[in-house]
T-cell receptor
């Protein structure tokens, strides 16, 4: 079945550092790819998405490019802020079926 | 737009009681709603998918009689945890999406979750 794999472990970095969170996927068709962010005690918010190969999703300084050849959708931000501290989930849904499969999530902690 | 409200945000109750959680789409019609369960520091596990006016589709391993889902209108779905026990304590999150039959991607919009603690 469809699945999403995120890099292991929390990510701790200093303010203004460069952030990368890796995400790879396995799917039988051509899925849509998403990054969601969860702040403490809250539900999920859609951060960005891409629906086809080579699409780049971007929002709030975050970017991710849909790479079909490497089945990846890595999240990047050039200069993080303390307010970016949250849990980030990579997810996919198959075309025509909006069920989401989530990765395990990565806790990001940004230190002032 | 696309606001989903979940209520209550936090509930504590005694073992054996039933707890109802509401999920409302405030500014759009949600043909499909999803219910997830999230354990501490873990990902979301889909429990069931409900379409307005029909029975919910439960994921493997989720007890239908334990977690009752009703989606009677295009703006409201409810999850009732029946005869709750401490092992049912968790963070429950709902999401809603518009009619997928319209075609195109219909993203899920999430509520803020309900923290359920069973004593």
């Amino acid at each position: 079945g469809d699945s999403v794999t995120q890099m292991e472990g929390p990510v701790t970095l200093s303010e203004e550092a460069f952030l990368t969170i890796n995400c790879t996927y396995t799917a039988t068709g051509y899925p849509s790819l998403f990054w969601y962010v969860q702040y403490p005690g809250e539900g999920l918010q859609l951060l960005l998405k891409a629906t086809k190969a080579d699409d780049k999703g971007s929002n709030k300084g975050f970017e991710a490019t849909y790479r079909k050849e490497t089945t990846s959708f890595h999240l990047e931000k050039g200069s993080v802020q303390v307010s970016d501290s949250a849990v980030y989930f990579c997810a996919l849904s198959e075309r025509g079926n909006n069920r989401l499969a989530f990765g395990k999530g990565n806790q990001v902690v940004v230190i002032p | 737009g696309a606001v989903v409200s979940q209520h209550p945000s936090w509930v504590i109750c005694k073992s054996g009681t039933s707890v109802k959680i509401e999920c409302r789409s405030l500014d759009f019609q949600a043909t499909t709603m999803f219910w997830y369960r999230q354990f501490p520091k873990q990902s979301l596990m889909l429990m069931a998918t409900s379409n307005e006016g029909s029975k919910a589709t439960y994921e493997q391993g989720v007890e239908k009689d334990k977690f009752l889902i009703n989606h009677a209108s295009l703006t409201l779905s409810t999850l009732t945890v029946t005869s709750a026990h401490p092992e049912d304590s968790s963070f429950y999150i709902c999401s809603a999406s518009r009619d997928t039959r319209r075609g195109g991607d219909q993203p899920q919009h999430f509520g803020d979750g309900t923290r359920l603690s069973i004593l």
